[in-house]
């Protein structure tokens, strides 16, 4: 009915037109700040580091308050995620901050596994956006985003080198999370060891082809000194919140019989570089690659590991609900052959115990005729037994008077003797 | 977030209160309003307007009054021919303006041929339909495995819709497209060459057409729904008391008191289009482009968008419902348990399956 036809220029489809006055439109990226800061942000981090290298600490420090928990035991049985969401304010802006730590991170004997929780809760975050992101009715615009925007690895200032579990973590995190490696408790290496430290470390994630974060260098603004930055890695930090006084202010330090160690100075630590880079500079960045490279790359594996394709064979693109629609049949199809072959297993196996069961009750049944009969047979033995006592005792009855009746009738015919006499013969005749 | 303090009122939690130890509890949290600040002006912004209205009505003349540039289809195109499009045509020129280092792509979407034939019956199809291919190309996008890193926007953000300055009231073109429209974009309505209306003719005008609306139920920008707090809502109050502006266009620009300015000459004056006193293009200016340009575009991704997301996702899934299954494995049990189950969960039906499949894994 219509014909739609999109005039396009030359170049990537627009042409350039010089403005003739002030339009206004300027003001975009302040309105686009402004919808941000009544919104809100939120930021995630995750520390990953063994037990007692002061990572509870640092974020207390990085972020001036005191985040609530207290340290925790050696004897966890496992890695578990503890979680917590803190509501932070500066002037205007608003910001949902969640700290995950790993609890009992490389405690345990057998080492093998401790990467597994920590891969599996930041897979489950990005599944979380994934499922958000393909329901019918969403709310994306309000929906808290859990998702790791930045990993920061704790590495235990031994001064050697890497530990393999670290080598081991951080290869399995670095596609799924940007990485930013740290030197805990840097104090305790001296300076000239520190350096060789972290060219050791450097060097042995270079060699293992671990990608940790780079500093974005292709804003000029920040260029420079993100580069800079680039080759500081990784941080060697000191945390601390109390504050100590020297000269006339009060500073977070760390005190010791030796000297004191100041946190924000950066002739003793890394840690105002790090704050710098982490907060001041990249915030953005990290959230932005997140969710451009380590969420678009979970969720593509997610999809096309459950079978969905862009195209297929004759190139007309396949919509997410017929694969769906597809998968679910499939689904729904394996789901109800298997309940019909239970059913039938159970069926057969209630035919088998009724069977069972008959049998049980004939053999009862014959048994208790077979009882019975043998009690009536007895019965009519014990009967017949005593019949035939009885007519024995009747017919001794019987002889008992008819010999008294013939001794009466001899005493009275013959005399005591003949009686005598016949008395025996009697009793001969009777045995 | 209803517990933020304010910004005159720092938060106890979260950085200490020594403001003249500056650096000492300054985290730098607010450091990422800048960097949001130098993100957006890297990336650029892109707006899509559309015009649309009866030939005649001075839309090419007010998009290139709008932003001071031969934006609009007629100056580009080398031969303007002047006739009628015998169906409506749906034209859109994209250009690069830049200023002060903010750089936009500004895409104007043109539709000679609405409302100028005698029979205009369903001459919103096409623009609806083209409203509709935008949204879907972008969900097409959306929905991809490998999608790009920036989905490019040509959604339609706002519909400038021209009224006749006929002085009584809308005609039934203008109520059905308005109210069909409304629905599906920002729709920015504007009295056309108002010039030929007294103050008073104008006000009585304003009012009628305002009745109007509110009385076939069509929510035009700025909407009342999607007001977000008591602020917006006053600001927006303002605005929705003064739609539809009244608007004059020119490209030419005239000596008027020592200054040169834009407006329209006439043997009984001069109309300068900038002066509010005499036509309301900078209020539409503003709204449009200096302070709610953004709202407008959040609107349209987020709720116009959505809405059309949900229908067709919906669509799609009432679809294959239907459909008969050619896997033989899907059939409703002798014993009354429930086939497949439909999409009533309509919140959650595609979260569901999903679900269930990635049990299945």
Known sequence: MASTEIARQAGEGARTVPL????????????????????????????????????STLMDTLFNTKFEGEPTQHNQPGVTLKSNTYELQESNVRLKLTVVNTVGFGDQINKEDSYKSIVEFIDAQFE?????ELKIKRTLHSYHDTRIHACLYFIAPTGHSLKSLDLVTMKKLDSKVNIIPIVAKSDAISKSELAKFKIKITSELVSNGVQIYQFPTDDESVAEINSTMNS??????????????????????????????????????????LREMLIRVNMEDLREQTHTRHYELYRRC????????????????????????????????????????????????????EAELKEAEKELHEKFDRLKKLHQDEKKKVEDKRKSLDDELNMFKQKKT???????????????????RDKERKNLGFL | ?????????????????????????????????????????????????????????????????????????????????????????????????????????????????????INNE??????????????????????????????????????????????????????????????VVNIVPVIAKADTLTLEERDFFKQTIREELRANGIDVYPQKEF???????????????????????????????GKRILGRKTKWGTIEVENIGHCEFAYLRDLLIRTHMQNIKDITGSIHYETYRVRRLNESNAHFKSQPSDQPAVQPKANGQPEVKPSAPQANGVAAKHEVMSHEM
Not at chain 1, 241 to 255: D, F, H, P, S, W
Not at chain 2, 146 to 154: L, M, T
Not at chain 2, 163 to 177: A, M, Q, Y
Request: proline share 5%.
């Open chain 1, 232 to 273: 500081h890695l990784p941080f060697a930090v000191v945390g601390s919140t109390e504050e100590v006084k020297i000269g006339n202010k009060m500073v977070k330090a760390r005190q010791y019989p030796w000297g004191t160690v100041q946190v924000e100075n950066e002739n003793h630590c890394d840690f105002v570089k």
């Open chain 1, 20 to 55: 003739a006055g002030h339009v206004g439109f300027d003001s975009m990226p302040d309105q686009l700040v402004n919808k941000s800061v009544n919104h809100g942000f939120c930021f995630n981090i995750l520390c990953v580091g063994e037990t007692g290298l002061g990572k």
């Open chain 2, 122 to 183: 369903n001459c919103w199809q096409p623009i609806m339909k083209f409203i509709n291919d935008q949204y879907e190309t972008y969900l097409q996008e959306e929905i991809n495995i490998n999608r790009k890193k920036r989905i490019p926007d040509s959604r339609v953000h706002c519909c400038i819709y021209f009224i006749p300055p006929t002085g009584h009231c809308l005609r039934p073109l203008d109520v059905e497209f308005m109210r069909r429209l409304s629905k």
């Open chain 1, 402 to 420: 008819a010999a008294e009746l013939l001794q009466n009738q001899a005493q009275q015919a013959g005399g005591s003797t003949t009686l005598k």
């Open chain 2, 1 to 117: 977030m209803s517990e933020s303090a304010k910004p005159h009122h720092p938060s106890p939690q979260g950085k200490g209160e020594k403001t003249h130890a500056s650096d000492f509890s300054y985290v730098g949290i607010d450091a990422i309003l800048e960097q949001m600040r130098r993100k957006a002006m890297k990336q650029g912004f892109e707006l899509n307007i559309m015009v649309v209205g009866q030939s005649g009505l001075g839309k090419s003349t007010l998009m290139n009054t709008l932003f001071k540039s031969k934006v609009s289809r007629k100056s580009v195109q080398p031969n303007p021919e002047e006739r009628i499009p015998k169906t409506i045509e749906i034209k859109s020129i994209s250009h690069d303006i830049e200023e002060k280092g903010v750089r936009m792509k500004l895409t104007v979407i043109d539709t000679p041929g609405f409302g100028d034939h």
């Open chain 1, 128 to 132: 979380a956006y994934l499922q958000e």
């Open chain 2, 227 to 257: 007001d977000e707090d008591a602020d917006d809502r006053m600001i927006n109050d303002k605005i929705r008391e003064m739609i539809p502006f009244a608007v004059v266009g020119s490209d030419q620009e005239y000596q008027v008191n």
């Open chain 1, 302 to 353: 997610k999809l096309e590991e459950m079978g969905f394709k862009d195209t297929d064979p004759d190139s007309k693109p396949f919509s997410l609900q017929e694969t769906y629609e597809a998968k679910r049949n499939e689904f729904m199809g394996e789901l109800q052959k298997k309940e019909e072959e239970m059913r039938q297993m159970f069926v057969q196996r209630v035919k088998e115990k």
